[in-house]
C-alpha cells in the first residue's frame, strides 16, 4: 500500500473518487477533496470499485480521444454504482438502529 499512497499525489481528481488500487474486499480511493480512504466493501461494492479501475486503466492506453472519454464515463458510471450501493447499506445500517 505505500507505493499505492506515493502514486497519489500525482493523480489529479478526475471525478467525485478516484479508484487508486483495489483487491479482494478492500478499495483505496481518493475522493475529490483530496481526503483518501481504505474501505472494506461488501462484494457488490468492491466489484464496482474494480471495474472502474479497470475503465480508468483502458483509458489511460487509449489512444482514441473518443475512446479514452468512453472509457473515462465509464469509470464515472462505476463509481456512481458503487456509491449508490454504499448508501443502501447506510440507510440500510441507519434503519436497523432505529427500528430497535
Not at 471525478?15 to 474501505?39: A, E, F, K, P, Y
Not at 473518443?66 to 454504499?86: K, N, P, T, V
Request: hydrophobic share 40%; net charge positive.
Amino acid at each position: 500500500m505505500a507505493d499505492i499512497f506515493a502514486i497519489l499525489t500525482r493523480l489529479p481528481p478526475a471525478h467525485d473518487s478516484t479508484v487508486v488500487g483495489t483487491d479482494r474486499r478492500r478499495t483505496l480511493v481518493r475522493h475529490r477533496n483530496g481526503c483518501v480512504m481504505l474501505q472494506r466493501l461488501t462484494e457488490e461494492i468492491a466489484e464496482c470499485y474494480r471495474h472502474a479501475s479497470e475503465a480508468r486503466d483502458y483509458a489511460k492506453f487509449a489512444h482514441d480521444p473518443a475512446l479514452r472519454q468512453d472509457y473515462l464515463e465509464m469509470e464515472r458510471r462505476w463509481i456512481f454504482l458503487a456509491h449508490s450501493y454504499e448508501l443502501s447499506e447506510q440507510l440500510q445500517d441507519f434503519i436497523k438502529v432505529y427500528r430497535r
